[in-house]
């Protein structure tokens, strides 16, 4: 076991917060936490999966450091995104007598993550949250920037807030227990990052994915401060995503729409986001602003971690089609006068949003990432 910690530092003038990532972070956070939750009341907002895995293993530490402590569980992954869950979960909130000093604890992934982090922007107006992200992609993204939000039939993720964690406890540990696919779909993001940050952030990836995805602590902490640090940095220079926070939206025009043509739940997130990254940056070369040897070596690493590496090796019962995902992207939150916002490569480290790229580029690009062979 490895006892290095790596703090990564969102900075928010008086909401600013730090991140902070290490092994075993549940059993020995004491210190970390003790400022926030110590002689206060705290309730542990997580699923039955999490609770019976790893709740025990925080549990200590909430009994040393807490006034009382509750445990409310929501159901496991989206489900628990709904009016219904809020709703109930917010009532649960009232029943356990709880009041404006009480922290909430959001343990688990970014579902549970993002529906606790609304209950705790909503409970008399708002009360501090702690997020204890458990799965790679939440460790990287959803846990940091402060956004949360639920699902309605109109769509994923349209009613929701900003609230800002007081911390966030990254314990790579906690991903001992997570299922590979989502493990992976999580590294999806980090290669997103690593495009975001630079050549030798990307360089890097490319060298220890196979430590790191084989959970070797040192290199899984190593990438997911590079996950974490990208994210802060952006939300820390556009917390309300008016600007620069769309850059950390890498591949996600084209994720966006996988997701909704393949029907929500069918595609893991990360799995998406990983064939959207390789059509942004065939699109980017088709367009001339990157050199094509950087589409290929994007892809060349998604293959290499067995990420899809291309529309066509996306699961799906039909073909794909271009067209659909054209009209997925018109249709899309981020999509502005009826102008798709693409985030392309100049090269590495060097992303730009364009809300001029013609409807044909786009299909061309399409075209040759969906079809199968
Ligand atoms: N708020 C944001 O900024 C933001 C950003 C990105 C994504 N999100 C949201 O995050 C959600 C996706 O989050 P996710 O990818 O973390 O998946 P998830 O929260 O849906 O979790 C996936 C499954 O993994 C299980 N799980 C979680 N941690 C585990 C562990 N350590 N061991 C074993 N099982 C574990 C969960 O019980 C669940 O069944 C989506 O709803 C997405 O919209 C939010
Ligand atoms: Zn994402």
Same mark, same amino acid.
């Given at each position: ?268 997130? @990360?799995?998406?986001? #990983?064939?959207? =990254?390789?059509?942004?940056? *065939?699109?980017? &070369?088709?367009?001339?602003?990157? /050199? $094509? +040897? ?5 892809? @060349?690493?998604?293959? #290499?971690?067995? =990420?899809?590496?291309?529309? *066509?090796?996306? &699961?799906?019962?039909?073909?794909? /089609? $271009? +067209? ?50």
């Amino acid at each position: 076991m490895t006892n290095e910690r790596r703090t990564v530092r969102v900075d928010l003038g008086e909401r600013g917060y730090d991140i902070v990532i290490g092994e075993r972070l549940l059993e020995t956070a004491e210190d970390v936490l003790a400022p926030i939750v110590a002689g206060r009341r705290a309730v542990v907002v997580t699923d039955a999966v999490i609770r019976d895995a790893h709740l025990p293993r925080l549990a200590a530490v909430l009994d040393r450091l807490c006034d009382r402590w509750d445990t409310v569980t929501v159901p496991a992954g989206e489900d628990a995104k709904s009016f219904r869950e809020l709703e109930a979960l917010l009532h649960r909130l009232l029943d356990l007598g709880i009041d404006r000093s009480t922290v909430l604890v959001a343990f688990g992934g970014g579902a549970v993550g993002d529906v606790a982090g609304f209950a705790a922007a909503l409970f008399m107006r708002g009360i501090d949250l702690v997020q204890i992200p458990t799965t790679l992609m939440s460790q990287v993204d959803s846990a940091v920037g402060g956004k949360n939000a639920i699902n309605t039939p109109h769509g994923k993720n349209l009613v929701g807030t900003f609230h800002q964690p007081r911390i966030v406890l990254d314990d790579v540990s906690v991903l001992e227990s997570l299922p590979r696919r989502e493990l992976l779909s999580g590294y999806g993001e980090v290669v997103k990052c690593g495009l975001i940050r630079g050549e030798a952030e990307f360089a890097w990836l490319e060298e220890n994915a196979p430590s790191l995805l084989a959970l070797d602590a040192g290199p899984l902490i190593e990438a997911v401060r590079m996950g974490c640090g990208t994210k802060a940095g952006i939300v820390a220079s556009d917390e309300r995503d008016r600007g620069d926070r769309a850059l950390v939206n890498l591949g996600h025009t084209f994720a966006h729409a996988l997701e909704a043509e393949a029907g929500y739940g069918a595609l893991l997130h @990360g799995e998406a986001v #990983a064939a959207g =990254l390789a059509a942004a940056t *065939a699109l980017s &070369a088709r367009l001339g602003h990157c /050199d $094509p +040897r950087v589409a290929e070596r994007v892809r @060349g690493h998604l293959r #290499a971690v067995r =990420l899809p590496d291309r529309v *066509a090796a996306l &699961a799906s019962d039909r073909p794909w /089609d $271009p +067209r659909a995902l054209l009209t997925h992207m018109a249709h899309d939150k981020k999509t502005v006068a009826g102008r798709i916002h693409f985030v392309l490569l100049r090269g590495i480290g060097s992303p730009f949003v364009d809300g001029t790229v013609p409807g044909q580029a786009v299909l061309d690009v399409l075209d040759g990432e969906c079809r199968r062979g």
